[in-house]
């Protein structure tokens, strides 16, 4: 006989970078903890960035930028992460890195103009008449189909609704039971239907059924109070782009060489700026009617300095709009030519124009102390044990490289551990993957001992 054991449906999230990094980790005061929320040491920057993160609450920086530079590994995506924990989901965050913008499909002005409008949020709030109750009934009545034959078709859709005061009985559409089962709605269900539109959303089980089964994927919900036939307020978030793409892909017909041209265009096309007026026109009206509210996120470019000339003119002309987001920078790099010229060196790459718009922010290297704390932090994530002496090693370790790699080595230590039979990682370990790891640093000078041996 064959037994096996079923696994817990639940999904395993895979453990980026920075899944540790939760916030700034600011007290009352604003001032930065040395750790908390995912974040150790860098107290100057941390505290640079909650004002940062006040001022864009409060919507007075709009329009500007921040920058970001430090040498390599020393958490400045970390920090711009932090910054978008900090303003919570509702606050439009899109990230890039200053190499997409060299794409084969579209200009580089149009990447950075699609990234801007993907960081401004627009919240629409609209008044919709909805029917709104737990399903008590749904019998969706048949007929003989109307094109013959011996099947039979759906006519309508009897639907019993109840809150709190009362109840009501509706004949809906088939367009609508249509919806009901994309939503797999079933007796006992919280739903609501717009009156106008026919659109139904599923709301959750009614909670009158949450002792029945215990199920973990099942949200329970209170049974609605007032009547079922009601005025209700229905908030939607959507971003500037959204809107962009939703107008300029005009939809063809429903006959097939319609369709077949849809799927023979697998490029990206080109917004014009003609309809992006347009969209701004109608977003303006809506908010000057109180309809919607206008709500600036972030726009996060790393590698800011891959970005070239004619890329940094257009983001002087892209920040000076009326409606921008705030743009954040980040670079390791010192003084450096500026892309897309041969002569001209600048701070960080950047031409000093733009450097001049710019609140920057510096970043340092760590202390051996705070890659220990570091290291005992994302062993905890990758949930991983060691011993103390494994922690000083490797922090001693990121001091003569770089924490990067002294990161890096915590996987394939577990892996060493677990080849030898122990659960936990030790000193031992972490000397031997650091013998068959190179670091930069000591491949360097690899590379500078055997130089005749290689391909020049």
Do not use: W
Request: aromatic share 4%; glycine share 8%; charged share 25%.
């Amino acid at each position: 006989m064959k037994i096996e054991e079923v696994k817990s449906t639940v999904r395993t999230q895979r453990i980026a970078a920075h899944s540790h990094v939760k916030g700034l980790g600011l007290d009352d005061t604003g001032g930065a903890i040395q750790s908390a929320a995912g974040l150790v040491g860098q107290k100057a920057a941390r505290e640079a960035a909650g004002i940062v993160v006040d001022l864009i609450k409060s919507k007075k920086m709009a329009g500007r930028a921040l920058l970001l530079a430090g040498p390599p590994g020393t958490g400045k995506t970390a920090i711009a992460l932090a910054i978008a924990q900090e303003l919570g989901n509702k606050v439009p965050f899109c990230p890039m890195v200053g190499s997409e913008v060299f794409s084969n499909e579209i200009k580089k002005t149009e990447v950075l103009m699609e990234n801007f409008r993907r960081s401004i949020g627009l919240r629409i709030r609209e008044t919709k008449e909805v029917y709104e109750g737990e399903v008590t009934e749904l019998t969706p009545v048949e007929t003989e189909n109307p094109m013959g034959g011996y099947g039979k078709t759906i006519s309508n859709v009897v639907i019993g609704l109840k809150t709190a005061k009362g109840t009501k009985q509706l004949k809906l559409d088939p367009s609508i039971f249509d919806a009901l089962q994309k939503e797999k709605v079933e007796v006992g269900d919280v739903i609501y239907i717009e009156a106008n539109s026919g659109a139904v959303k599923r709301q959750g089980r009614s909670d009158v059924f949450a002792t029945e089964f215990d199920l973990e994927t099942e949200e329970y919900v209170p049974l609605p109070k007032g009547d079922v036939h009601k005025k209700k307020e229905v908030i939607q978030d959507v971003t500037l782009h959204d809107l962009d793409v939703a107008n300029a892909r005009p939809q063809g017909g429903q006959d097939v060489l319609s369709m077949m041209g849809q799927l023979m265009k697998p490029k990206k096309t080109e917004i014009t700026d003609k309809l992006r007026m347009e969209i701004n026109k109608v977003v303006n009206k809506y908010i000057d009617q109180g309809i919607a509210e206008l709500v600036p996120g972030v726009l996060f470019i790393d590698e800011i300095h891959m970005l070239d000339l004619e890329t940094f003119t257009y983001l002087h002309k892209s920040l000076e709009s009326p409606i921008a987001p705030i743009v954040i920078f980040a670079t390791n790099r010192g003084r450096c030519v500026i892309r897309g010229t041969t002569d001209i060196i600048s701070p960080h790459g950047i031409p000093l124009d733009l450097l001049d718009r710019l609140l920057i922010i510096r970043t340092l290297l760590y202390s051996t102390s705070d890659m220990e704390q570091i290291i005992k932090l994302r062993a905890q994530t990758e949930g991983l044990q060691l011993e103390d002496s494994a922690f000083a090693r490797l922090s001693e370790i990121g001091t003569n490289s770089t924490l990067r790699y002294a990161v890096q080595l915590l996987t394939p230590a577990h892996q060493m551990c677990k080849v030898n039979g122990r659960n936990q990682i030790t000193k031992d370990d972490i000397e031997d993957v650091h013998s068959l790891f190179l670091d930069a640093k000591r491949s360097s000078k690899h590379l500078s001992e055997k130089n005749n041996k290689f391909m020049m």
